[in-house]
């Protein structure tokens, strides 16, 4: 089956850090991919959406500055968190919808996601 | 308001017993789909099953499968013969068909958490 891959899985860094987060489609090609965020015990915010080779679309709230993403190849996005701080520690998770012309059958495939903590 | 809406925010069931999970849902698009996600408390989103809003069949994938009553607009997930390893949140998701410039977004809802008691 589809497998994307994530990485890391988890990272500690100091406040003031810029971290970037990995998302890898390894056996298709992903046309779109997706960044969530997700606090403890709740359901995945979207953050923005990423197709390759344009910029990205980010959901109302979330700062285009703060996290950089960039999609340029088929099977790469990346979530650079610029100057983090504690607030932005959480769980982010990405995750890619491969371009089957089935449209709205096909699940996205998930990463396993990246434990942020910011001190 | 709620496109997707889980009522149950827990749920503790006998290992071996059946289970069911609501899940209801609004649009107002005739083409769609209903996907629900297994999240384990190590964070992986696992895919589980799918049903298309045209499908006349409910959708079965081994012990999982989906009540799905349109006119209701609902699409509950069943899992048979409950095991230990089951205990996890459990997400209903909807993508709307759309236009051309659809980006095949998920819309979630807000989670079960499911524990199987031994």
């Not at chain 1, 987060?21 to 979207?46: G, H, N, V």
């Not at chain 2, 849902?25 to 989103?45: I, R």
Request: proline share 3%.
């Amino acid at each position: 089956g589809a497998v994307v891959s994530q990485h890391p899985s988890w990272v500690i860094c100091k406040s003031g850090t810029s971290v970037k987060i990995e998302c890898r489609s390894l056996d298709f090609q992903a046309t779109t991919m997706f960044w969530y965020r997700q606090f403890p015990k709740q359901s995945l915010m979207l953050m923005a959406t990423s197709n390759e080779g344009s910029k990205a679309t980010y959901e109302q709230g979330v700062e285009k500055d703060k996290f950089l993403i960039n999609h340029a190849s088929l099977t790469l996005s990346t979530l650079t968190v610029t100057s983090a701080h504690p607030e932005d520690s959480s769980f982010y998770i990405c995750s890619a919808h491969e371009f089957t012309g089935l449209g709205v059958n096909q699940p996205q495939h998930f990463g396993d996601g990246t434990r942020l903590s910011i001190l | 308001a709620q496109k997707i809406t889980q009522t149950q925010p827990g749920m503790f069931v006998q290992e071996k017993e059946a289970v069911t999970l609501d899940c209801t849902y609004d649009t107002s698009d005739q083409s769609y789909g209903l996907f629900w996600y297994k999240q384990p408390s190590s964070g992986e989103m696992i895919f589980l099953i799918y049903q298309g809003s045209y499908d006349e069949q409910n959708a079965t994938e081994g012990r999982y499968s989906l009540n799905f009553q349109k006119a209701r607009k609902s699409a509950n997930l069943v899992i048979s013969a409950s095991q230990l390893g089951d205990s996890a949140m459990y997400f209903c998701a909807m993508r709307e068909g759309g236009g051309s410039d659809s980006n095949y977004q998920l819309i979630w809802g807000a989670g079960t958490k499911l524990i199987i008691k031994p």
